[in-house]
């Protein structure tokens, strides 16, 4: 999501798959580790397009989330007032997660 190296997330092309088609798209994602319910929450939006709007209406909301990390089940929801549908899971992600903290390399002196 950022250039930090501490923060998890994707931004960048990503594919819907449905039982019959799969669209192309751009998707920015975040997450963080839930301490309470022992897992990982992961969430972020879809960006609009013709083909992303005719899944939604079309019913199509249950999708395969693939992205160059991985691919997740997850579904179309909450379109924002862009035509930005929200996506969101729980547990394994659609790219990597950072299991420890990087440490910044220290600086030389000349």
Same mark, same amino acid.
């Given at each position: 999501?950022? *250039? #930090?190296? *501490? ?7 990503a ?8 669209? #192309?798209v ?7 580790f ?7 929450n ?9 083909e992303?709007?005719?899944l939604?209406e ?5 999708v ?5 990390? #991985?691919e997740v089940?997850?579904?179309?929801? *909450?379109v *924002? ?5 929200r996506?969101?899971?729980?547990? #394994? ?6 299991d420890?903290?990087?440490e ?7």
């Amino acid at each position: 999501m950022s *250039d #930090a190296p *501490d923060e998890d997330g994707y931004e960048g092309p990503a594919e819907l798959i449905t039982d019959d088609t799969s669209v #192309a798209v751009e998707v920015k994602l975040g997450g963080h580790f839930d301490p309470i319910s022992g897992s990982y929450n992961w969430y972020g939006r879809v960006a609009s397009s013709p083909e992303v709007a005719a899944l939604v209406e079309g019913g199509g909301r249950k999708v395969i989330l693939r992205t160059p990390y #991985a691919e997740v089940e997850t579904a179309l929801s *909450d379109v *924002d007032p862009w035509g930005r549908p929200r996506v969101e899971g729980f547990g #394994a992600t659609p790219f990597e997660v950072l299991d420890h903290l990087v440490e910044p390399e220290p600086e030389q002196t000349h």
